[in-house]
Structures are given as C-alpha cells and as structure tokens.
C-alpha cells in the first residue's frame, strides 16, 4: 500500500518535494523528498509511511486500510487523544479520525518540516466538552523521523503516538528499553513483570508503565535496528494482533502481523493536566540504524 501512495496524481504541487494528493475519500501530503520519502493523512494528522531511500519501509500500513472519512486508517502514527482505549468513545479518541489543516511547511536539501492544526468543532464538542488547540509538527530527513504533540487547553487527558513499525518477520524480532513492569491487556489487565526483551508469538497487548527513555526494535532479516526515543511520556505500548485476532479484522490482511509490531509512545497511567498557559507535549524520534 505505502509505495502506491507515491504514485496518486497530484491535485496541488506545494513545493519542490510536497504535494497535495488524494487517496479515496481522504486528502494526504505527500513527500519526495531525494534523500526519503513520506506521506500524512490530513484526517488523523497522522504519519503514514516514511522510507529513507535504499531502505525498507520504516513505518507499517495495512494494505487493507480504508481511505474513508471518518474511518481510522490502520498503520502508520495514529494520534490516540484525547483518551487512549475505550476510555471513551470512538475508541482511542476523536483526533485520529477528525480533519486536521496543513498549517506550515518547508523543505531543506537535507529535511522536510510540516505542522498541522486540529482545533475544537461542534463534533468534538458533542464528544468531548473542551475548547483545545492539538499542533503536530514533523521533522523529517533520511537520518530521522522526530514527531511531536502540543496539546493545549484546560483539562485532563490520556495520549499515545499509536506507532505501527514495519518488520520483516515479528516472530524473530526482539524490543529492548520496555522496562520490566506492564499491564497485561491480554490477561485481563493484569500486572506482570519480565526481566527479558519483548518477543512476539501470539497476540501481544501491553502498557509498560516504567519504560527507558528509548525503545529498540532488532529486526537482524532486514538487518537494522529502530531507535524509538520517547519524550513527554509515562507509558510505552506494544502490540501485535497475532494470527487469530489478524484474521478477525477486515482492515488487515489474515498474515498482516506477520510484518509490524507496535511500540507505542503514550500517555496514560499519568494523565497530561494542562491548562492555556500550560500546554503538554510528548513526542516519539525514530531513527534506523544498521546492525
């Protein structure tokens, strides 16, 4: 799916790298850039594939995500907020499909930056009774891909930079950096503890609540390491379908597991308090590197 996004016709060229283009019902900013290239969903503000160039992809999307409005896209960075889970509804919280503006951009022989804006409507009222302003600003090279929330406002709220990464085989990479302690989504919340790195075989759904500061995902197929440094947050989450669970989604293919694994910046055992003079921030930068 990801390398036919950078095959749409352009509906506007914004620059020499960045373009405006159109994939089913939703409007996505496309990047190609001659060192990388990327592309966001303008419902979601949400990253959805990033490749530096002569790499495999970096970031995950399902070849059988919908391009609808209203409809989360499954892969790339979905932004869980204002609540993660079914703290709420829709689940993991209306930003991830509500339509965010393109504010800035700018591109550089070396980086692409870009910022987009979703503020309150009479929709999110109806979901949600708070005025907000939520700015997520790209920094993105063939080196990095840094992606960073301010959210604004006055109140309490729970997020997560909902990461899906791209591997050659789940079952043989490991993540290091989770931390030993973690709710276990899949055991009914229960908190369990590991002294060793995090490995996929099953359905994996769990929050740590005393990451490192970084993740590392080691893929040795596709030899290279995913550097993931967290920033603003409380929790790490990291999830894989599974083969059963994979087959039950009609927005993933039955062995899409088999290619991602989530590793989740999030915020959500200590929930941001913000208020106009305080905003909140929390970021993910990934950064590959070969083994």
């Not at 709420?88 to 700018?106: C, I, M, N, Q, V």
């Not at 990464?165 to 079952?171: C, I, K, L, N, P």
Request: hydrophobic content about 40%.
């Amino acid at each position: 799916m990801s390398s036919s996004l950078f095959e749409l016709p352009t509906v506007e060229t914004l620059s020499s790298s960045i373009s405006l283009r159109q994939q089913d019902e939703l409007k996505l900013v496309v990047i190609d850039h001659p060192t990388f290239r990327a592309a966001f969903s303008l419902q979601g503000g949400q990253l959805i594939a990033w490749q530096p160039l002569e790499q495999a992809p970096v970031i995950w999307l399902s070849d059988n995500s919908a391009f609808t409005q209203g409809k989360a896209i499954r892969g790339g960075v979905p932004i869980c907020w204002p609540w993660f889970g079914p703290a709420g509804k829709p689940s993991h919280g209306f930003a991830r499909t509500a339509e965010w503006s393109l504010a800035t951009y700018e591109e550089s022989a070396q980086q692409v930056t870009l910022s987009m804006v979703l503020q309150q409507s009479a929709e999110t009222l109806a979901l949600w009774p708070h005025d907000f302003t939520l700015t997520m600003l790209a920094t993105l090279s063939a080196d990095s891909c840094e992606l960073q929330l301010k959210i604004i406002g006055d109140f309490s709220s729970t997020a997560a930079l909902h990461s899906y990464f791209h591997v050659a085989q789940s079952e043989k990479v490991s993540v290091s950096g989770l931390g030993e302690t973690f709710i276990d989504k899949v055991r009914d919340n229960a908190l369990c503890s590991q002294s060793e790195q995090q490995t996929y075989h099953g359905e994996v759904d769990r929050i740590f609540t005393d990451p490192a500061v970084e993740s590392v995902i080691d893929d040795p197929i596709l030899g290279r390491k995913l550097l993931i440094a967290h920033k603003g947050n409380s929790d790490v989450v990291t999830w894989n379908p599974g083969a059963d669970l994979s087959t039950s989604m009609a927005d993933m293919c039955n062995d899409g597991y088999k290619t991602m694994v989530c590793v989740e910046t999030a915020r959500i055992h200590q929930p941001f308090i913000t208020t106009k003079a305080e905003p909140a921030e929390i970021s993910v930068r990934i950064t590959p590197l070969t083994r």
